[in-house]
Every structure is written in structure tokens, then in C-alpha cells.
């Protein structure tokens, strides 16, 4: 299979893994709406944490499959994003809600919020999932491909963003018939936005293993991936707070919806994996060449 038809079916099987999770979606709020179904004490924590797991077993999946060519152990997969997971419990969310304790002052003005999602929320996750990738897979043989960094990124994002809904529906005592569309959509997001940006990481760090580059390359990196990240975090909190109704006194605020939120953020990763694959594609052109220049 040449380049161009790996990248078609790349970029195909991904439209189909965000339509899955989108469905995914769409499947949950119709139960919700039409079955209104009714969960006992027992089952609140046990069903929260299913609907947790999917989203990131759909994901994982979906970039598992990308690197058809020269697929990557599955335990090694795996094994990054637990340790994604284990670095979110053990640093991350004691960092940003111990520490820094984010919930006590993020939310006081727009440039508040801004600035602490990008510097302390933004950079802390993006680190952790560098983290995971450089001092676990990196000097492994089987990182032998630039498309590895974005699959292990992903793995490691992915591995953050299942502790992240694990500790909501945990410290919410599971999930309800009654917030259950919200909860799952919020997964989603979630998932979807750690999987995302934990590529786009994983293709600074393949970069910076295979090409040489200057030593400001994986900073550069980390601080692109926090400020998508961050901005993100703001964009997403603002849409889903106030979205726009109308009623008979105009336009007014309808409470809080995450609906826009999953738009925003299938949006935001059709994009970055757009970019990062266009940006792969074109490294591994110019190093073919340079390797045909060689042989010359």
C-alpha cells in the first residue's frame, strides 16, 4: 500500500471512529429520553464507570488500528495510557486541585480563567502526557515510526482522560437516568480532547527523536499543546454554561447544555489529527528524498 492510499485510509478510518463516538452519543440520549431508565443505589457506580470506559476503548481503538503497517504490541498501548492514568492520580489532579487548588480561584474573570487553564491546568496535562511517552516507549524498538509518538501520545491523553471520568463519576456517587446524556457527552469531550491533544504531543516527541531538532522544538511543543488545551477548556466552559434560547422575551441564557461542547470538540480533533498526519506525510516526504539525494 502506498502513502497516499495509507493516509485515505487513515484519515477514513478516523471519520468513522469519531462518527462511532458521536453515535455513541446519540445512542445514550435516546435511551435517556425514550426508556428513562431507572438505576438503584447499587448500580449508580458500576454503570458510571462502564460509560466511562467506552469512549476511551472506542478511541484507543480507532488509533490502534492507524499504524496498520507495523502495529504496536498491544500491552505496550495499553501500558502507556495506565500510566497516563497513574500520573493523572498521583500528579496531575493533586497538582492542579491541591497545589495550585484551581477550583478556588480559576473562575474569577475571563483573563483568570484563560490564563490558569493554559498555565497550570494546560501545562500539567500536556507535561503528564509527554511524560508518559519520553520516559516509558521512547527508547523502545518498537518506537520506530513518527506515526508511534502520535499513537503512544494518544494512548498516554486517552489514559489521563479516563481517570478524569472515573474521579467525576466517582465523586458524584455514579451516574443517573437523569444526567445521563450530560455525563456521557462530558466523557466524550473529555476523551476526545486528552486523546487529541496527547497526539499532537506524540508528534513533537517523534519528531524530536527522528529529526534532530533544536532543543527549543519539544518546549515549542508543550506550549502549543497547553494553550490549545487551555483554550479549549475556556471555550467549551462558556458554550455549555450559556447557550442561547429563544422564548417569548427574546434571546436568553437555557442553562447549561453540553450538546455544543461535543461539537466543539469533534471539531477541535478532526483538526489537530488533520494537521498532525499533513505534517507527518510531509516529514517523511522530505526524508525520503534526502535519502534518495543520498543514494545518488
Same mark, same amino acid.
Given at each position: 500500500?502506498?502513502?497516499?492510499?495509507?493516509?485515505? =485510509?487513515?484519515?477514513?478510518?478516523?471519520?468513522?471512529?469519531? $462518527?462511532?463516538? @458521536?453515535?455513541? *452519543? +446519540?445512542?445514550? /440520549? #435516546? !435511551?435517556?429520553?425514550?426508556?428513562?431508565?431507572?438505576?438503584?443505589?447499587?448500580?449508580?457506580?458500576?454503570?458510571?464507570?462502564?460509560?466511562?470506559?467506552?469512549?476511551?476503548?472506542?478511541?484507543?481503538?480507532?488509533?490502534?488500528?492507524?499504524?496498520? =503497517?507495523?502495529?504496536?504490541?498491544?500491552?505496550?498501548?495499553? $501500558?502507556?495510557? @495506565?500510566?497516563? *492514568? +497513574?500520573?493523572? /492520580? #498521583? !500528579?496531575?489532579?493533586?497538582?492542579?486541585?491541591?497545589?495550585?487548588?484551581?477550583?478556588?480561584?480559576?473562575?474569577?474573570?475571563?483573563?483568570?480563567?484563560?490564563?490558569?487553564?493554559?498555565?497550570?491546568?494546560?501545562?500539567?496535562?500536556?507535561?503528564?502526557?509527554?511524560?508518559?511517552?519520553?520516559?516509558?516507549?521512547?527508547?523502545?524498538?518498537?518506537?520506530?515510526?513518527?506515526?508511534?509518538?502520535?499513537?503512544?501520545?494518544?494512548?498516554?491523553?486517552?489514559?489521563?482522560?479516563?481517570?478524569?471520568?472515573?474521579?467525576?463519576?466517582?465523586?458524584?456517587?455514579?451516574?443517573?437516568?437523569?444526567?445521563?446524556?450530560?455525563?456521557?457527552?462530558?466523557?466524550?469531550?473529555?476523551?476526545?480532547?486528552?486523546?487529541?491533544?496527547?497526539?499532537?504531543?506524540?508528534?513533537?516527541?517523534?519528531?524530536?527523536?527522528?529529526?534532530?531538532?533544536?532543543?527549543?522544538?519539544?518546549?515549542?511543543?508543550?506550549?502549543?499543546?497547553?494553550?490549545?488545551?487551555?483554550?479549549?477548556?475556556?471555550?467549551?466552559?462558556?458554550?455549555?454554561?450559556?447557550?442561547?434560547?429563544?422564548?417569548?422575551?427574546?434571546?436568553?441564557?437555557?442553562?447549561?447544555?453540553?450538546?455544543?461542547?461535543?461539537?466543539?470538540?469533534?471539531?477541535?480533533?478532526?483538526?489537530?489529527?488533520?494537521?498532525?498526519?499533513?505534517?507527518?506525510?510531509?516529514?517523511?516526504?522530505?526524508?525520503?528524498?534526502?535519502?534518495?539525494?543520498?543514494?545518488?
Amino acid at each position: 500500500m502506498n502513502t497516499l492510499q495509507e493516509r485515505k =485510509s487513515l484519515w477514513r478510518a478516523g471519520m468513522i471512529a469519531l $462518527a462511532g463516538l @458521536v453515535a455513541y *452519543v +446519540l445512542i445514550v /440520549a #435516546a !435511551v435517556a429520553a425514550f426508556v428513562r431508565p431507572t438505576l438503584g443505589d447499587a448500580w449508580l457506580m458500576p454503570a458510571g464507570l462502564i460509560l466511562a470506559l467506552i469512549p476511551a476503548v472506542l478511541w484507543m481503538t480507532f488509533f490502534y488500528t492507524q499504524d496498520s =503497517s507495523e502495529p504496536e504490541p498491544r500491552t505496550f498501548v495499553i $501500558a502507556v495510557a @495506565v500510566l497516563g *492514568v +497513574l500520573l493523572a /492520580a #498521583a !500528579v496531575g489532579q493533586p497538582l492542579i486541585n491541591g497545589f495550585f487548588r484551581t477550583s478556588s480561584w480559576i473562575g474569577h474573570d475571563t483573563q483568570t480563567e484563560i490564563l490558569g487553564s493554559i498555565l497550570v491546568v494546560g501545562f500539567t496535562q500536556e507535561f503528564l502526557a509527554y511524560a508518559a511517552v519520553r520516559f516509558s516507549i521512547y527508547y523502545s524498538s518498537e518506537f520506530d515510526q513518527r506515526v508511534d509518538g502520535v499513537i503512544y501520545g494518544t494512548a498516554a491523553g486517552i489514559g489521563y482522560a479516563v481517570y478524569l471520568n472515573v474521579a467525576t463519576v466517582a465523586s458524584g456517587g455514579g451516574i443517573s437516568g437523569a444526567d445521563l446524556t450530560a455525563g456521557v457527552i462530558r466523557m466524550v469531550v473529555t476523551t476526545l480532547a486528552q486523546g487529541a491533544l496527547g497526539g499532537l504531543v506524540g508528534y513533537f516527541i517523534a519528531r524530536a527523536k527522528f529529526d534532530d531538532e533544536p532543543v527549543w522544538w519539544m518546549p515549542a511543543g508543550l506550549t502549543i499543546a497547553a494553550i490549545i488545551n487551555g483554550l479549549f477548556s475556556w471555550v467549551s466552559g462558556e458554550i455549555t454554561r450559556a447557550p442561547l434560547t429563544i422564548g417569548v422575551n427574546g434571546l436568553g441564557s437555557g442553562g447549561y447544555t453540553p450538546w455544543p461542547a461535543l461539537g466543539l470538540s469533534t471539531l477541535v480533533a478532526i483538526g489537530l489529527f488533520a494537521l498532525i498526519y499533513l505534517l507527518i506525510s510531509r516529514a517523511q516526504q522530505l526524508t525520503q528524498a534526502g535519502a534518495d539525494s543520498d543514494d545518488m
